[in-house]
T-cell receptor, first 112, second 115 residues
């Protein structure tokens, strides 16, 4: 299995909702990442987990809360989001932090 | 400040033609450079990865070059196909204090291949 899966593919939520994005990989990778990508822009790093511990938080607002339950799973909990948070949220994984990242297909999030 | 600039911003070519995409970077200390292909609404897919000592690397119809002295890279696509239509992103990795790497993404080149 050489892919990163993400669910859901699409998500529409109101500003008062609580939702979660899920990411899974079974490549034995020990580093996992969350990125946010707006249209026609490159991905922006949000969080990095290494060996299930949060190693980088790129000053992301607290309405985004990452969680790494085990080495194969990465969640992103969403609460009280703003319309400007609408974007493609990409998950990636790599063998170690320094290695090539494999990206999932992304979750298209729309905040109303 | 680490920066990665790509050109052109967008490009339209006819099927079967070749094209070359450019990437200039000011990233230090340089660790490696990757080219990714990203289809619309999908996650990026790695095409090539090059370290400081590598000048050329190929992956099928894709050939990447790296000039570490001038801090430039190019991605050459030969015999383009409609499926090559995508955004091509140059990503440069810099070492950080304490270990690990930090990635700097270019803004991408949007390629469209037409009949």
């Amino acid at each position: 299995d050489t892919e990163v899966t993400q669910t859901p593919k699409h998500l529409v939520m109101g500003m008062t909702n609580k939702k979660s994005l899920k990411c899974e990989q079974h490549m034995g990778h020990r580093a996992m990442y969350w990125y946010k990508q707006k249209a026609k822009k490159p991905p922006e790093l949000m969080f990095v987990y290494s060996y299930e511990k949060l190693s980088i938080n790129e000053s992301v607002p607290s309405r985004f809360s990452p969680e790494c339950p085990n080495s194969s799973l990465l969640n992103l909990h969403l609460h009280a989001l703003q319309p400007e948070d609408s974007a493609l949220y990409l998950c990636a994984s790599s063998h170690e932090v320094a290695d090539t990242q494999y990206f999932g297909p992304g979750t298209r999030l729309t905040v109303l | 400040k680490n920066q990665v600039e790509q050109s052109p911003q967008s490009l339209i070519i006819l099927e079967g033609k070749n094209c070359t995409l450019q990437c200039n970077y000011t990233v230090s200390p340089f660790s490696n450079l990757r080219w990714y292909k990203q289809d619309t609404g999908r996650g990026p897919v790695s095409l090539t990865i090059m370290t400081f000592s590598e000048n050329t690397k190929s992956n099928g119809r894709y050939t990447a070059t790296l000039d570490a002295d001038t801090k430039q890279s190019s991605l050459h696509i030969t015999a383009s196909q409609l499926s090559d239509s995508a955004s091509y992103i140059c990503v440069v990795s810099a070492g950080v204090t304490g270990g690990g790497n930090k990635l700097t993404f270019g803004t991408g080149t949007q390629l469209k291949v037409e009949l």
